[in-house]
């Protein structure tokens, strides 16, 4: 029973234009979520993460929105650069305990 | 600044052997974690560490033992290696806070 799902395995995004990465989660007991990057050969590393007491965090180009009602959270990336490419991870947890990972987006930035 | 190291980055096994994955973490976090990943998968937990001589199982802890000594290392035990080892195995530490983790290169490893 996958606890955080992201949906779409992978996205292709212009340069310059508006990554959007969703996430979807069903425990409603989540209270912080994180989104990792992960590029060939690395490990993940911390991008941005968003409290469910706010619905929203904002880091330079980096943006994640947090609709609790939906258990839906979402990256948006403006904008989007060549260096921007790799794997996104959505992950959960629940009152600072265990991250639950989603299965990852590969998101390809065109120049 | 090392950050989480791992060693080593590839390993192949055969079926029946053993072998230990090394973690070592310079940042003085009290949490750490074994992470596995899967192809198409995401990261799942198979032991985490919230200090020197504490651990507990995760997600998918069977195959797999796990020691903490150290705040500094976290060493993952394979003991009878099975081609369902084959994977990519990630760790990971954490301040009190617990929810930001940092995560080291990862270590290859095929059983064949």
């Not at chain 1, 292709?12 to 990792?36: A, P």
């Not at chain 1, 992960?38 to 943006?63: H, M, Q, V, W």
Request: hydrophobic share 35%; charged share 15%.
């Amino acid at each position: 029973d996958q606890q955080v799902k992201q949906n779409s395995p992978s996205l292709s995004v212009q340069e310059g234009r508006i990554s959007i990465l969703n996430c979807d989660y069903t425990n409603s007991m989540f209270d912080y979520f994180l989104w990792y990057k992960k590029y060939p050969a690395e490990g993940p590393t911390f991008l941005i993460s968003i409290s469910s007491i706010k619905d929203k965090n904002e880091d330079g180009r980096f943006t994640v929105f947090l609709n609790k009602s939906a258990k839906h959270l979402s990256l948006h990336i403006v904008p989007s650069q060549p260096g921007d490419s790799a794997v996104y991870f959505c992950a959960a947890s629940e009152y600072g305990n265990k991250l639950v990972f989603g299965a990852g987006t590969i998101l390809r930035v065109k120049s | 600044n090392a950050g989480v190291t791992q060693t080593p980055k590839f390993r192949i096994l055969k079926i029946g052997q053993s072998m230990t994955l090394q973690c070592t973490q310079d940042m003085n976090h009290n949490y750490m974690y074994w992470y596995r990943q899967d192809p198409g998968m995401g990261l799942k937990l198979i032991y985490y560490s919230v200090g020197a001589g504490i651990t507990d199982k995760g997600e998918v802890p069977n195959g797999y033992n796990v020691s903490r000594s150290t705040t500094e290392d976290f060493p993952l035990r394979l003991e009878l290696a099975a081609p369902s080892q084959t994977s990519v195995y990630f760790c990971a530490s954490a301040t009190v806070a617990k929810n930001i983790q940092y995560f080291g290169a990862g270590t290859r490893l095929s059983v064949l």
